[in-house]
């Protein structure tokens, strides 16, 4: 089976600060890897995703994440945060197009000025 | 429509009531699922529908939980003699079928059992 762990349930960040968003999954096939974002009061919505391919993918609102096979990691990063991305954001892995997702415990993600 | 529709999006009821959450898909997205996001925990999966059947139930916590999708379209998801416990949002999520990451959310229907 596989699991996603958010190694991180929350981080303060200032604003226009770089930022990290760690997360881990484990599974014995290959996956596929996603990152949600939920806003305040709002639903889920797609940030990024990765299939294949290139390992650096990018995402809405300037993220991006890093398919690390060896380390079985996908960290979301910002170079410069902003107040509107205050939000939670989730890590999640599939193993195909027919099996659910699965998702971490989310990491929230809140801005000082 | 443009987008998933639950409704209600507030449902309080009794312990030990009956409730029924309706999930409205994107029209044409054959894929539907439901999720359950306690407070502050990640999305919780429960079931999943491709067309009228459920590809896995696995999910489900128990036989209290029961969702049917009888056209293909809307879904209902069911819970019988609520609990406390069943406390939470749940979200409803539609996609076309073999759409890796295409999944679009709902807003949720808040569920407070007392």
């Known amino acids: 089976a596989q699991s996603v762990t958010q190694l991180d349930s929350q981080v303060p960040v200032f604003e226009e600060a770089p930022v990290e968003l760690r997360c881990n999954y484990s599974s014995s096939v290959s996956v596929y890897l996603f990152w949600y974002v939920q806003y305040p009061n709002q639903g889920l919505q797609l940030l990024l995703k990765y299939l294949s391919g290139s390992t650096l993918v990018k995402g809405i609102n300037g993220f991006e994440a890093e398919f690390n096979k060896s380390q079985t990691s996908f960290h979301l990063r910002k170079p410069s945060v902003h107040i509107s991305d205050t939000a939670e954001y989730f890590c999640a892995v599939t193993i195909s197009s027919a099996s659910k997702i699965i998702f971490g415990s989310g990491t929230r993600l809140s801005i000082r000025p | 429509g443009a987008g998933v529709s639950q409704t209600p999006s507030n449902k309080v009821t009794e312990k030990g009531k009956y409730v029924e959450l309706r999930c409205d898909p994107i029209s044409g997205h054959t894929a539907l699922y439901w999720y359950r996001q306690s407070l502050g925990q990640g999305p919780e999966f429960l079931i999943y529908?491709?067309?009228?059947?459920?590809?896995?139930d696995s999910g489900l916590p128990n036989d209290r939980f029961f969702a049917v999708r009888p056209e293909g379209s809307v879904s209902t998801l069911k819970i019988q003699r609520t609990e406390r416990g069943d406390s939470a949002v749940y979200l409803c999520?539609?996609?076309?079928?073999?759409?890796?990451?295409?999944?679009?959310f709902g807003s949720g229907t808040r569920l407070t059992v007392v």
């Open positions: 999520a539609s996609s076309l079928a073999g759409d890796l990451g295409g999944y679009t």
């Open positions: 529908f491709q067309g009228t059947g459920a590809a896995d």
